[in-house]
């Protein structure tokens, strides 16, 4: 049934384009892994559930068009990305109170990493932006457009998803060790997203994730 919407050459190109964009580690990347050193690795499960949900939420976005207005509204993609940046900073400023104060949430509740991975995929307008500027390279034009465009974008994420909970393996690995050596480490979470925040302000569209 899928080469009845996507052909097999264009699926197969797509795959491994979306496997080197997925692997390279960028501010994506460095959220999860900052997550689950600071919180361990069910939370950075429950985060990479919430970054895949937001993706293809913009997937779906600019398959419906969204990526096309953010693309001729300076000021609409502006908005968003401040949003966004605005949400990494507000997460960063809420670590560094609860690291001040030593509070600590026991047990870990899986809802606030997914919730926090959603939206800060979601306020993310260069990710749109990439699924718009990608996607349309693989995309036959005999074919229906918005059927070939959800299923890459679909692919896409289940791509980034996998390597994304390769990252999370990765980190939670090597979290014992960085906290014995790190006693400042309760720090880290807040100083990283507060940093990604002011990175994703002022960052250039290029980069999606």
Not at 30 to 41: C, D, E, S
Not at 79 to 92: I, P
Not at 188 to 195: C, N, P, Q
Request: proline share 6%; glycine share 10%; net charge positive.
């Amino acid at each position: 049934m899928l080469e009845a919407t996507v052909s097999s050459p264009a699926f197969a190109a797509f795959f491994f384009a979306s496997l080197v964009l997925a692997v390279t580690p960028g501010p994506g990347v460095i959220y999860l892994v900052t997550r689950t050193l600071t919180r361990g690795r069910k939370a950075g499960l429950a985060s990479v559930a919430g970054i895949a949900l937001g993706d293809f939420g913009n997937a779906v976005t600019a398959s419906i068009g969204l990526a096309a207005v953010l693309s001729a509204s300076a000021a609409a993609f502006v908005v968003v990305k401040l949003a966004g940046a605005g949400y990494l900073v507000f997460l960063g400023l809420r670590a560094l109170r609860a690291a001040k104060t030593g509070h600590v949430s026991a047990p870990i509740k899986l809802l606030s990493p997914f919730r926090d991975g959603f939206w800060v995929s979601l306020l993310n307008p260069k990710t749109a932006l990439f699924f718009a500027a990608l996607v349309p390279q693989f995309i036959d034009p005999h074919r229906p457009y918005l059927g070939q465009s959800l299923i890459l974008g679909g692919v896409f994420v289940s791509t980034a998803m996998c390597t994304d909970t390769l990252y999370v393996f990765a980190a939670a690995a090597l979290a014992p060790a960085i906290s014995a050596r790190r006693p400042y480490g309760k720090y880290v979470s807040a100083v990283a997203f507060i940093g990604l925040g002011i990175y994703a302000a002022f960052a250039s569209p290029r980069s999606s994730r």
